[in-house]
């Protein structure tokens, strides 16, 4: 592991984050946080986002942790914005916009980054972070977890009424990392059991069946929907097929669950190292290099043929994270191989050396696009890239920076 835990290493890693930090901190408005465009400058129509400002409110307070300065009234403009003008009053829970702008209900996916963006705010000590964890703990058990299913549900209307007759992955995912947070923040290890419950379901049971490639889509009774949006493959949150930069990212969070539940001392299956080799193996064997050029394709059909070939940058981050845990837990060198790969590519293709952070999304040729995302709306996937290769597996990433933990 002698490049991943290099000082020199290290230290390029500070740098980057700094740098995507500098080229972030123009999303505040008013209301929380805004996306930004690929020059870093905010729309002439710029509105607050609800997973924006919960997204950057994490990452700022995680550089705040790192004591990188001016971040905590970041952190605490991301609070009063998920306590004020993004918050349902009336119903409970949150708007995807201000004041219900545009209004598409409540989503799991959206509730989970909002508990992970209060959990790392109380633990940055930002004024009113209490009040926002125990909201976002509030509605996280009385709305979304259901303990028939050891899972989230995945969507209602605004006002709770009308529940969504579909089940998700891609929101059970970010709930486990948001449980991951709260067991450490609360203490409660209850967390720790629901978010096995969680990879136990679409991790050991159907990913593991399919090649452990991750099965997205499943009606209300978690029956698989194989063609689900295969005329919009394409979509932000939902696409079809599979989705590689999703395996990578599943196979982190099964590594920092296993050692979670290790260091709380709680009894931890076996199969969550074999879990985490299978979904990374998976997904360096048939989206890498396909078709003679190097980066990672968007998703792929049940035959492993490419359907978005463009490649995005949070996958590669995630990719990059992934192999730095697997490394980190066994040592092996073929994991160091594809770390130094993944970010070779990183460095040679998304980083932006002449406008700032990284681009979002390079066309089948790896040239700079914006297809599916437009601009460089997000911080979190890179800034996380960074940090993750510098910390253990276990506690989770600002509960680590707080009590100084070293890598181990």
């Known amino acids: 592991m002698d490049h991943i835990d290099s000082p020199e ?3 390029w890693l500070r740098a980057e984050g700094r740098r995507l930090l500098s080229f972030a901190r ?7 946080f805004a996306a930004l465009d690929a020059q870093g400058r905010l729309l002439p129509v710029a509105c607050a986002e609800t997973i924006i400002t919960a997204r950057m409110t994490h990452s700022f307070a995680l550089a705040h942790l790192q004591g990188e300065p001016g971040c905590l009234a970041l952190v605490e403009h991301g609070v009063r914005a998920l306590r004020g003008p993004l918050h349902d009053a009336r119903h409970g829970g949150w708007f995807a916009r201000p004041h219900g702008q ?3 209900g ?3 996916y959206l509730h989970a980054f909002v508990a992970l963006a209060a959990s790392s705010a109380v633990v940055a000590d930002a004024a009113g972070a209490q009040g926002l964890l125990a909201d976002a703990v509030r509605v996280l058990e009385q709305r979304f977890w259901c303990e028939d299913e050891g899972a989230l549900r995945e969507s209602f209307s605004s006002d709770w009424q009308q529940p969504e007759a579909y089940r998700g992955a891609n929101s059970n995912m970010h709930a486990t990392e948001a449980f991951l947070a709260l067991a450490d923040v609360t203490g409660d290890t209850l967390w720790l059991e629901r978010a ?3 990879v136990e379901r679409i991790i050991q049971g159907h990913a593991a069946a399919n090649g452990y490639r991750v099965v997205e889509h499943f009606d209300a009774h978690w029956q698989p929907v194989p063609e689900y949006n295969r005329d919009n493959p394409a979509d932000h949150f939902r696409p079809y097929g599979t989705t590689p930069g999703h395996a990578f990212e599943w196979s982190r969070l099964v ?3 296993e050692a979670a539940r290790r260091l709380a001392g709680l009894p931890t299956p076996d199969e969550l190292l074999a879990c985490a080799r299978g979904l990374f193996a998976s997904a360096c064997q048939h989206a890498w290099g396909i078709e003679g050029t190097a980066g990672i394709v968007y998703t792929l059909d049940w035959h492993d043929q490419p359907v978005v070939r463009e490649r995005l940058h ?3 981050a995630e990719a990059c994270a992934s192999a730095a845990a697997l490394l980190r837990r066994t040592g092996e060198p073929d994991y160091a191989h594809w770390y130094r790969r993944f970010w070779a590519f990183i460095d040679t293709h998304f980083i932006d050396r002449a406008a700032g ?5 390079l066309d089948p040729a790896n040239r700079p696009a914006a297809t599916i995302w437009a601009g460089k709306p997000d911080l979190y996937h890179a800034y996380q890239a960074v940090l993750l290769p510098t910390l253990p597996l276990a506690p989770s990433l600002a509960t680590a920076l707080a009590r100084n933990v070293t890598k181990r």
């Not at 123009?26 to 929380?32: H, I, K, L, N």
């Open 9 to 11: 290493h290290g230290e």
């Open 26 to 32: 123009a999303s505040q408005v008013a209301e929380g």
């Open 102 to 104: 545009g209004d598409d």
């Open 106 to 108: 409540k989503a799991a």
């Open 196 to 198: 096995l419950r969680i």
């Open 255 to 257: 590594l920092h669950l």
């Open 314 to 316: 949070w996958v590669h």
């Open 357 to 361: 952070s990284w681009h979002h999304e």
